[in-house]
């Protein structure tokens, strides 16, 4: 064991009655001596001497002589805070530094860029003493196109110049769309200018682009005439029950007394459902729609909305009239609902002047 002495004694056998200084003045040698005999004759054994290893601080590896696992003494101090520079950090305008393993800093060069918001007119830098500053620069935002202005920096401030041929656009084709001191304008265009799909339509007074010309005060009316009876109704053609197939008429009921009629033949496609509809669109929510029907073929049966009134057209044809929408329901003898259509357009309110859209299907 570690810190244990261990003396083994030898058993002395000596000469009949010769006894050496010290010795036991009985015969023979009884037991273990102790101490260190001063007889040149006598003999003492030690046996083998195991010694304690102190712990090293150096931080090396050392191997006891126990034959224990081998392990690591810690260092003494404090640990390095940094290998290189990379291994710091520094706040904005600084940079990091590593020397005799602790972190420091040192102040960037005047002016050194630093990041910043784009398009104020005004760069960050660094002051030379670890601080930053802003100074003007060359960098307006970027511009917006058809606002009618030129972006632009003046002592580090945004600045505004008109830019009367940076055009405007709203989409609408009855304006006129130009710049007056930077500032966008959009004039009406003049009446019944083209617009729409493909030109077709017309552009009114508050530039907005409708199918039918604008009617001004002097009610003009810019449908088909003469078309005041039944007999001498305006033929819009022939169209079918498919759902994308029908149109629009435009016209304008003069006074009280004026009428207008209209008549298509309506053919029931193979595998389609008559669903006629006929919407009149006027000002002033005025005018009144009327429509009637006779099959081509058989018995004809007329059947009317619930908001629609049965009516008869002076040449006998059952109908339905209305406000607004009228879909009167058709049914005739047989798979074949094909039929000659009339449409009657008239002014009950005895307003003046209504003009109107007509849109049809059969």
């Not at 990041?115 to 307006?140: F, H, N, S, W, Y």
């Not at 007394?257 to 009149?280: E, H, I, K, Y």
């Not at 005025?286 to 073929?297: E, F, I, T, W």
């Amino acid at each position: 064991m570690r810190g244990t002495w261990t003396i083994a004694a030898a058993l002395v056998l000596g000469g009949c009655g010769d006894s050496g200084p010290g010795a036991s003045t009985g015969g023979a040698s009884e037991g273990t001596t102790t101490g260190t005999s001063t007889d040149a004759s006598a003999t003492m054994t030690t046996g083998p001497t195991t010694t304690t290893a102190e712990p090293t601080t150096t931080g090396t590896t050392s191997t006891p002589t126990t034959g224990e696992p081998t392990t690591t003494s810690p260092t003494t101090g404090a640990p390095a805070e940094c290998q290189t520079a990379a291994d710091c950090q520094a706040p904005t305008c600084q940079a990091p530094t590593c020397e005799a393993g602790t972190c420091g800093t040192m102040n960037l060069a005047e002016g050194t860029p630093v990041d910043d918001l784009p398009g104020d007119c005004r760069a960050t830098v660094c002051d030379g003493g670890g601080g930053t500053k802003e100074i003007p620069t060359d960098d307006p935002p970027p511009q917006a196109p058809g606002d009618c202005k030129l972006a632009g920096c003046l002592q580090g401030q945004v600045e505004y110049t008109p830019a009367d041929d940076d055009l405007p656009n709203d989409d609408n084709d009855c304006t006129i769309d130009t710049c007056m001191a930077g500032e966008p304008v959009f004039s009406a265009k003049p009446m019944h200018s083209p617009c729409g799909p493909m030109g077709a339509n017309f552009c009114h007074s508050d530039a907005s682009c409708q199918a039918c010309k604008e009617v001004t005060d002097a009610c003009e009316d810019y449908g088909a005439e003469p078309h005041e009876t039944q007999a001498t109704a305006h033929s819009l053609g022939e169209i079918t029950d498919a759902d994308a197939n029908g149109s629009f008429a435009c016209g304008t009921i003069k006074g009280t007394g004026d009428v207008d009629w209209f008549t298509f033949t309506g053919v029931d496609a193979f595998l389609n459902m008559v669903d006629p509809s006929r919407t009149l669109v006027a000002e002033n929510d005025a005018g009144r729609l009327c429509v009637y029907m006779q099959c081509d073929n058989g018995t004809t049966s007329v059947t009317c909305g619930a908001n629609d009134t049965p009516d008869t057209a002076p040449l006998g044809q059952k109908g339905c009239c209305g406000l607004g929408t009228v879909s009167p329901g058709l049914n005739c003898t047989g798979l074949d609902d094909s039929a000659k259509v009339w449409i009657k357009v008239d002014n009950p309110e005895m307003l003046a002047c209504v003009p109107y859209r007509l849109d049809y299907h059969f």
